[in-house]
C-alpha cells in the first residue's frame, strides 16, 4: 500500500472515529452538553490551534483543514468583505448519516473552524448559511465587522 492509500485510509478512521464519538454521544443524551463546552473551548484555543496548523489567513482555515483530514471539499472565494466557503461532499456528514447520529457538523468542523477563524481576526461574523447535515451544501459567509 502506498503512502497516500495509508493518508486516504487515516483519513477515514478517523471520520469513522468522530461518527461513532457523536453517535455514542447522542444516545447517551449528551451531546448538546458536550457540543456545548467544547464550543466554548474552541473559541478560546483558535489562536492556538491555527498557529499549530500553521493557518495565518482566513482562506487557510478552510483549505488547509480540507487538505490536512481530507473530509469536506471546501472551496473559499475571497472579497473586500471577507470570504465565502463552500462545501458539496463531507466525509464526516455521510457516515454520520450512515449510522443513525446526530449531525457532527458544530462539535468536529464549524466550532473549531470558527475558533480558529475568530483567533485569526476577532471581529468577524462566522455565519452559517447551510450545512451538508440538512441542505445541499455546506455555506459559510465570514465578513469583516
Same mark, same amino acid.
Given at each position: 500500500m502506498g503512502l497516500e492509500q495509508k493518508f486516504k485510509m487515516l483519513q477515514m478512521i478517523y471520520a469513522g472515529a468522530l461518527a461513532d464519538f457523536v453517535l455514542r454521544m447522542g444516545n447517551e443524551g449528551i451531546l448538546e452538553k458536550v457540543s456545548l463546552e467544547k464550543r466554548e473551548e474552541q473559541l478560546q484555543n483558535g489562536k492556538i490551534r491555527a498557529a499549530q496548523f500553521g493557518? $495565518?489567513? #482566513? &482562506?487557510?482555515?478552510?483549505?488547509?483543514?480540507? !487538505?490536512?483530514? =481530507?473530509?469536506?471539499?471546501?472551496?473559499? $472565494?475571497?472579497?473586500? &468583505?471577507?470570504?465565502? @466557503?463552500?462545501?458539496? *461532499?463531507? %466525509?464526516? +456528514? @455521510?457516515?454520520? *448519516? *450512515?449510522?443513525? @447520529?446526530?449531525?457532527? +457538523?458544530n462539535i468536529f468542523c464549524? !466550532?473549531? %473552524? &470558527? =475558533? %480558529? %477563524?475568530? =483567533?485569526?481576526? #476577532?471581529?468577524? !461574523?462566522?455565519?452559517? *448559511? $447551510?450545512?451538508?447535515w440538512s441542505g445541499q451544501k455546506c455555506m459559510v459567509n465570514v465578513v469583516k465587522k
Open positions: 493557518i $495565518e489567513k #482566513p &482562506e487557510g482555515v478552510f483549505l488547509v483543514l480540507s !487538505d490536512l483530514f =481530507g473530509c469536506a471539499d471546501w472551496t473559499v $472565494e475571497t472579497n473586500d &468583505e471577507g470570504l465565502k @466557503a463552500q462545501a458539496t *461532499k463531507c %466525509m464526516l +456528514c @455521510a457516515l454520520a *448519516k *450512515k449510522t443513525g @447520529a446526530q449531525s457532527p +457538523c464549524l !466550532d473549531p %473552524m &470558527e =475558533g %480558529m %477563524m475568530r =483567533g485569526l481576526n #476577532p471581529d468577524i !461574523d462566522f455565519d452559517v *448559511k $447551510e450545512t451538508l
